[in-house]
């Protein structure tokens, strides 16, 4: 079992609407946890950290849920500009700050 | 301020030539992870470099070391190309003790 899981989707979504999607992780020692994007061809860049008591950033929302261990991701009133991988990643302190991903969830937002 | 920068941007090699990728960290980072990006994948971990020596090691074989430079910059070096190391190498700075990593815009390998 992969340390960290997704859904590769794609998820397809109007432009304007609200997707959601999760992260599993199967490490109990997991201690932070990040979302990134990646646009085709480039490389990941941080979008926002996720903390215990959710957190919101403009337009996404992120939550924590460590009893079943998984994270979200939600995206509201998307934009065509939303269009991108997004990857989760856990970090173990006992194993030093190496960032664990995921494969990544696809997302197309369509006009 | 700089970001991240890696050298070259793409690359095509044979099987069982070595390759060796260059990177800068950002300005005030002193820490340089690479990660290994196969297409359709998420990036796998490959080792971790602070004060000039590695620190940590994802499960790569010892085809794949590196070599970190009093500037902080930092070399990955693959001998004994395989087909399989075809993918997209990213170099990723940090500061000491802090998790947030910046990526640079990564080396494209192909091995014909």
């Known amino acids: 079992r992969k340390e960290v899981e997704q859904d590769p989707g794609p998820f397809n979504v109007p432009e304007g609407a609200t997707v959601a999607f999760n992260c599993t992780y199967s490490?109990?020692?997991?201690?932070?946890f990040f979302w990134y994007r990646q646009d085709c061809r480039k490389e990941p860049k941080l979008l926002m950290s996720v903390y215990s008591s959710g957190n919101e950033d403009g337009r996404f929302t992120a939550q924590l849920n460590r009893a079943s261990q998984y994270i979200s991701l939600l995206i509201r009133d998307s934009k065509l500009s939303d269009s991108a991988t997004y990857l989760c990643v856990v970090i173990r302190k006992a194993a030093g700050n190496k960032l664990t991903f995921g494969g990544g969830t696809r997302v197309l937002v369509k006009p | 301020d700089a970001g991240v920068t890696q050298s070259p941007t793409h690359l095509i090699k044979t099987r069982g030539q070595q390759v060796t990728l260059r990177c800068s960290p950002k300005s005030g980072h002193d820490t340089v992870s690479w990660y290994q990006q196969a297409l359709g994948q998420g990036p796998q971990f490959i080792f971790q470099?602070?004060?000039?020596?590695?620190?940590q090691r994802g499960n790569f074989p010892d085809r794949f070391s590196g070599h970190q430079f009093p500037n902080y910059s930092s070399e990955l070096n693959v001998n004994a190309l395989l087909l399989g190391d075809s993918a997209l190498y990213l170099c990723?700075?940090?500061?000491?003790?802090?998790?947030?990593?910046?990526f640079g815009p990564g080396t494209r390998l192909l091995v014909l």
């Open positions: 490490n109990s020692a997991s201690q932070s």
């Open positions: 990723a700075s940090s500061a000491q003790g802090k998790e947030t990593q910046y």
């Open positions: 470099y602070y004060e000039e020596e590695e620190r």
